[in-house]
């Protein structure tokens, strides 16, 4: 009989109390003869190799049940104990006959011959399986607690929205476990207007940017609600996939997704931020443990996009009302220089009507007109915020008290409309309505035959504005004895708004034209 095939000489009878001892602490008997290779063992090692007691234990059962990268480092261990005489001490892994990993601790000593050789290993085994599995869960738990803390610490000192997102989606993708990881997020556009935005992990992100946005499919439709999480170990056998088109399931050249998690990512109001999806292309890949954890860090998710949102919502509002400020101040400087320029205006109408008035009757009609003309000035300007007006509103609004009930008694002919600045403005409506004053009392409207013609042409370069007066079919012209308070305030346009004012007191019909530059280019 062969030593590999020697019976177990510690045989578990009520008889020998170490086989019973050995047996009732769950501890294995083994013996390696270095001679002829054999091993004598008990029944108890044996079932820490998942092995029956009738079962043989020989090296090749050792070689081909240790876990293959557990065995150089047990070898390794022997060969000191041989060489050196040191205590066996090992741990490693053994593959049982059902593929179930087990975890065992041998330990042994060497025996020797008069010359010192080893001849003989013997020991005891124990399986401590239950011990690494606690150890690995202790592991585990205490890995998730210090990446649970480092998220919290992030988020707690991070307020960009960007930045948040994507911590929460690398954190939980490594504490998941899953292969790859996404978080699809809503935000808000300066109108107001929701869409969608996302953060990659694990994969480039070009692995999703070929595929359209998730849609409310059944699978998804739990998530971006908010009405619960999903998780599976073989989403392919959901009865809610692959129930939408135009793909029923996932697109073609997708990620491979097997295992399935997401969990809705809830603000405090309620609202549904966005939603954590995570997938392994093995099935059972995440556990109600790790269900229990990414739930956690979407409610910490959650805090984080609000604060985030609160402070960009606070940012909006204050730099809003610093331009509403700015625009104050300059409204009231505008403002202030604006009633400064109108009374000086009044103050030169008056004493310029006084001079040139013969009566107080001539005053009054003479003052209030040109009043008149200056309101009316400014609600053209106050109509367009003092941005400007346009030229032909201008020309529209002087003439149209001439307008007469048959036939227009002018014509206005541009090539094309253009806004004015504030003080060519004023001092266009101030000029031409000196005109149409003048052409109702000595020109052309001042009888049912004579017409207005305004003609103008807006040129870009450089730009500017040339306007014509014309009036035809009044009475005779002549050129006054004297320059009026009319004229001077016509004239005056040329240093108001750099413009050149020419008139021509031609006998058929008085002439005026204007050449005005437009400072800021021509604004059609």
């Not at 014309?470 to 005779?476: A, D, K, L, N, S």
């Not at 413009?499 to 034209?513: K, W």
Request: aromatic letters at 8%; one cysteine or more.
């Amino acid at each position: 009989m062969s030593a590999a095939e020697l019976p177990d000489p510690l045989e578990q009878t009520a008889s020998d109390p170490l086989a019973a001892v050995l047996a009732a602490g769950r501890v294995g008997y083994w013996e390696h003869d270095l001679t002829t290779g054999g091993y004598r063992v008990s029944d108890e090692f044996k079932a820490h190799w998942g092995l029956p007691p009738e079962a043989s234990f020989t090296t090749d059962v050792l070689r081909r049940n240790i876990y293959p990268d557990d065995a150089p480092g047990r070898a390794a261990q022997i060969e000191q104990t041989l060489a050196t005489g040191v205590a066996l001490d090992a741990e490693y892994r053994v593959i049982w006959p059902d593929g179930s990993l087990h975890w065992m601790n041998v330990r042994g000593t060497a025996e020797r011959n008069r010359r010192g050789q080893p001849t003989r290993l013997i020991g005891v085994s124990l399986d401590i399986t239950d011990r690494k599995r606690a150890e690995e869960t202790l592991r585990a738990e205490s890995e998730s607690l210090e990446l649970l803390n480092k998220i919290g610490a992030a988020l707690g000192g991070n307020l960009e929205l960007e930045a948040i997102v994507q911590i929460v989606t690398d954190a939980a993708t490594q504490l998941s476990g899953a292969q790859f990881g996404a978080f699809f997020y809503n935000v808000l556009d300066a109108q107001g207007e929701s869409y969608t935005l996302y953060t990659i992990s694990g994969v480039a992100r070009e692995a999703f940017s070929k595929f359209p946005m998730p849609r409310n499919t059944q699978v998804f439709e739990p998530t971006f609600r908010g009405t619960g999480v999903v998780r599976s170990d073989d989403i392919r056998l959901d009865p809610r996939y692959g129930k939408n088109d135009p793909y029923f399931g996932m697109p073609k050249g997708h990620l491979p997704v097997v295992s399935y998690l997401a969990v809705p990512v809830i603000s405090r109001s309620g609202a549904v931020l966005g939603g954590l999806f995570f997938g392994h292309e093995k099935p059972g890949i995440f556990s109600e443990r790790i269900e229990r954890l990414i739930a956690g860090i979407a409610a910490q998710a959650a805090v984080a996009i609000d604060n985030a949102n609160l402070l960009q919502s606070a940012q909006a509002e204050l730099e809003e009302r610093r331009r509403f400020e700015s625009h104050q101040e300059l409204l009231l400087a505008e403002l202030n220089h604006r009633v400064k320029n109108t009374l000086a205006i009044v103050l030169s109408i008056a004493t310029q009507t006084l001079r040139n008035s013969d009566s107080p009757e001539t005053f009054r009609q003479g003052f209030e007109a040109r009043i008149l003309a200056l309101a009316e000035a400014h609600n053209l300007l106050t109509d367009g915020n003092w941005e400007g007006a346009s030229l032909r509103a201008i020309l529209e609004r002087v003439l149209q008290p001439y307008r007469g009930t048959g036939a227009p008694r002018y014509v206005l002919d541009g090539n094309r409309d253009v806004r004015v600045g504030p003080k060519t403005a004023v001092s266009l409506v101030m000029a031409l309505n000196e005109l149409a004053t003048n052409a109702a009392k000595y020109g052309a409207l001042s009888n049912s035959d004579g017409t207005v013609k305004v003609t103008w042409v807006v040129s870009d370069d450089p730009a500017k504005i040339h306007l014509r007066w014309e009036e035809t079919g009044g009475p005779p012209v002549a050129a006054p004895r004297h320059t009026g308070f009319g004229s001077r305030l016509i004239r005056a346009l040329s240093n108001d708004a750099a413009a050149e004012v020419m008139m021509d007191f031609a006998p058929n019909g008085f002439i005026c034209t204007f050449d005005l530059p437009l400072r800021s280019g021509v604004e059609a």
